[in-house]
Structure formats: structure tokens, C-alpha cells
């Protein structure tokens, strides 16, 4: 089946054309300053790239000039999957557009505000222009949506929780589902208690036993848990009533600071990127090895809290943008573990590949793969599975 994935943000919205049964990808690309001035879509097929500067005043625009450009690629699109960031306590699992889901995404946007009203508004958009075609909802919290109640219940008030939905939603489900996937197909019965490890600018782990998500690091937020490129992850909540009374700082200013000005780029003072960071470490800045081990040093310590909460630990798993190609980030990390009997070969670490390997030696006590994310194609799978082929 061919579906086309769309990821929609307040400005941007990113797209690919791709083959469930092949896993090809025929075309994808991202519309850019949706809204803004200088707006243009970045467009790959065939490994050529191009850029073609374009008036998208709104999604919808944005959304037709993707269609025009998809008819290059003569390739029929049979289902449309939508990533949306926040699926509330909603969805358990996937799900096809209808008034009433499309309702419910719309319902939990104060969770994700930045998020879910575009992509409800996107969602709503492309049910409009091609009603032939079906659409399906795919959140990125669906996943953790189960998990053990002692995992996702914060002890505040119950009717707090009742009445405002305060609970651990996690995010990067659809990856953490993929990455269970493929270490379940590489593994067989190997692999019982999985920690998925997220490593991109944003950064989450999970806890996976039997295909089931036991506990994750995000919270009701994205904001919990991990260091990341710009967010500080979990601080003492009492922070933000201290900045806000002795600071003056607003509740926005908070907000601000701690999604867009910490992490890795408050501590290196130098990036949010973990390149830059890694080669200020290597040319002998402090605060850039600073960074990197207090990222080591919390990756490794919610390691421990995921195995935790599964009461073991057989595989470990690393992915996305600083999991997939950080050699050092994945060595830091591991060794902070050796105590646990984590143990990766140096020279496999070091190999570079698009594809799913072991870099643990034979006797580490955890086996330890580098596993790449495809989120497209895990949201393709449950388009077809909801609409069949
Ligand atoms: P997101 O999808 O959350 O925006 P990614 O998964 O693309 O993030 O990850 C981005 C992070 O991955 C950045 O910190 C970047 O430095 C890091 N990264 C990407 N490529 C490399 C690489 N070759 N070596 C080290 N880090 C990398």
C-alpha cells in the first residue's frame, strides 16, 4: 500500500510518500515558513534534492502544492497517516479520522497547544480536499497509553488528576513501537526486557517487556525525564515557583527557558547540537565535556529506573539522530554501565551502517544494538492495518 505520512507543525509540515510491503520511499520533503515570509518546500526523489520557493500562506496551500509535486513521482497515494504528538486519554492505539477522533485531538491540544491544533487543522484539511482517500490518526503517546498505572500516576491530588488529565503521557511511542519491532524480529526469544533509548534532540527511554511499554522518561510533557538539545528534562518542579516569586520571571519566560534555552545548549553554552559539543569537548572546552557527561551520566541513570520498573534488563537499544551516529555518546553511556555487565566492542561501535546491528560483545550481560527509527513507516503500517490495502 502506498500511504503518505504527514507530520504537521505550527509552520512547517513534513511529508513522505512510501510502500508498506517494500518500505520504499518515492518521495519526501518538508514545507517550511508555513505562514511566514521566505516560505519554501524542501523536495527529495531519487536521491536528488531541490528546493522550490512557494507562497504558503496556510496548510491548506502547503497541502495542495504537496499533492502537485507528488504527481512527478506517478505513484498512487492509497491512505493518508497523520503523526500527531498528543493523543491524550484518548488513544490507546491508531486510529481513522472520524467527527469524533478528529474531536478528541482537538480536546487534548492544551496538552501540546504548539502541536495538535495544526495538525487537527491539517487532519481536517486533507479529509476535505480528498475525501476518497481515508485518514488515520497516529500519536506518538498511544503507545505508553497503557502502561502500568503505578508508572503513569503522579501522587498529586486525585481529583487534580481526575479533572485536568495530569498524568506521565510519554512521547516518541511510535518509535519506541519500531524499534521493539525490529530488535523483536532480529532477536526472537533473546529479547524479553528491552530499554529503548531515543537519543535525538529530543531524547526519551522506554521500558518495554514483551512488546508492552512499561514506563518511559517523558512525562506529561516532552519536557520530563533526559537532558536534551535545548530541553532541561526533569528539575525539581519547585524550580519554576522559585524563579517565579524571587526572579520575577513569568510562568511564559519559565516556559521558554526551559524548552528552548537549556539542556545541552545551556551547559555547553556553545549548541544545542551534539556535534558541535563533541568536538568542543575534543578541542578541550570544559563546559562541552561537561555537557557530555551529564548527558552519559542521566541516560545511564534512567537506564537503571527503566529496568526497574520491568525488574531486569536483557537488551538495550539506541536510536535516533545521537543513538544512530554518535560513537562516543553510545560509548559514554555504556560505560557508565559496565557495572551492570553492559560491554560494547570498540570496533563495532564504530561502524557506520543503515542497518539494525549488535555493538555489545558476546559476553556482555546486556546485548546492546544500534537500531535507525523509521516512525514513517511504522505510521504507514498501522495506516494500512486500519484501512487495509
Ligand atoms: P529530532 O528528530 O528530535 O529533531 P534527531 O533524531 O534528528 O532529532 O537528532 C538530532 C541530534 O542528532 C542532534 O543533536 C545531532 O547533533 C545528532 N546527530 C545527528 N547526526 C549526528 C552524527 N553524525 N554524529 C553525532 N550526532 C549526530
Redesign the pocket.
Known amino acids: 500500500m502506498n500511504v503518505l505520512v504527514i507530520n504537521a507543525g505550527s509552520s512547517s509540515l513534513k511529508y513522505q510518500l512510501l510502500n508498506t510491503e517494500t518500505g520504499e520511499v518515492f518521495a519526501k520533503g518538508n514545507c517550511e515558513r508555513i505562514g511566514i515570509d521566505g516560505s519554501f518546500i524542501g523536495h527529495e526523489e531519487n536521491g536528488v534534492k531541490g528546493k522550490l520557493e512557494v507562497d504558503m500562506p496556510d496548510h491548506k496551500t502547503a497541502i495542495s502544492h504537496v499533492f502537485e509535486i507528488l504527481k512527478t513521482v506517478d505513484q498512487p497515494i492509497e491512505g493518508i497517516g497523520h503523526r500527531v504528538v498528543q493523543g491524550g486519554w484518548y488513544f490507546p492505539e491508531s486510529a481513522v479520522v472520524t467527527d469524533e477522533t478528529l474531536g478528541w485531538v482537538r480536546e487534548v491540544a492544551p496538552l501540546a497547544p504548539l502541536h495538535n491544533y495544526a495538525e487537527a487543522d491539517v487532519i481536517e484539511i486533507c479529509r476535505d480536499m480528498f475525501p476518497e482517500l481515508g485518514n488515520v490518526i497516529v500519536p506518538d503517546t498511544a503507545f505508553h497509553y497503557n502502561m502500568p498505572e503505578q508508572a503513569w500516576r503522579y501522587a498529586i491530588p486525585r481529583d487534580i488528576v481526575d479533572k485536568y488529565h495530569v498524568r506521565k503521557y510519554g512521547a516518541h511511542g511510535t518509535s519506541h513501537r519500531f524499534i521493539w519491532r525490529t530488535v523483536h524480529e532480529m532477536m526472537g526469544d533473546k529479547t524479553h526486557k528491552l530499554v529503548s533509548c531515543?537519543?535525538?534532540?529530543?531524547?526519551s527511554l522506554c521500558a518495554i517487556e514483551d512488546g508492552q511499554c512499561m514506563d518511559t522518561t517523558m512525562g506529561l510533557t516532552p519536557l520530563d525525564g533526559l537532558i536534551?538539545?535545548t530541553r532541561c528534562g526533569t528539575v525539581d518542579p519547585a524550580t519554576v515557583f522559585y524563579l517565579n516569586r524571587v526572579a520575577n520571571m513569568s510562568i511564559d519566560d519559565i516556559d521558554t527557558m526551559m524548552n528552548k534555552k537549556s539542556g545541552?545548549l545551556a551547559v555547553s553554552g556553545k549548541?544545542?547540537?551534539?556535534?558541535?559539543?563533541?568536538e568542543g569537548m575534543n578541542n578541550g572546552d570544559e563546559n562541552c565535556k561537561m555537557a557530555m557527561e551529564m548527558f552519559y551520566y542521566r541516560t545511564s541513570q534512567l537506564f537503571c529506573e527503566m529496568a526497574a520498573s520491568m525488574e531486569g534488563v536483557d537488551t538495550m537499544a539506541y536510536?535516533?539522530?545521537?543513538?544512530?551516529?554518535?560513537?562516543?555518546?553510545r560509548a559514554g553511556v555504556a560505560k557508565r554501565l559496565e557495572w551492570m555487565g553492559v560491554k560494547i566492542d570498540p570496533e563495532l561501535n564504530k561502524i557506520r551502517s543503515d542497518e539494525p546491528r549488535v555493538i555489545s560483545t558476546p559476553d556482555s550481560k546486556i546485548t546492546v544494538l544500534v537500531v535507525p527509527?523509521n516512525e514513517e513507516l511504522m505510521i504507514a503500517l498501522d495506516v494500512e492495518a486500519l484501512l487495509g490495502k
Do not use: F
Not at 539522530?321 to 562516543?328: A, D, K, L, P, Q
Open positions: 531515543h537519543l535525538g534532540s529530543g531524547a536534551m538539545g545541552l549548541s544545542s547540537d551534539s556535534r558541535d559539543i563533541e536510536t535516533a539522530g545521537i543513538g544512530e551516529n554518535s560513537v562516543t555518546m527509527t
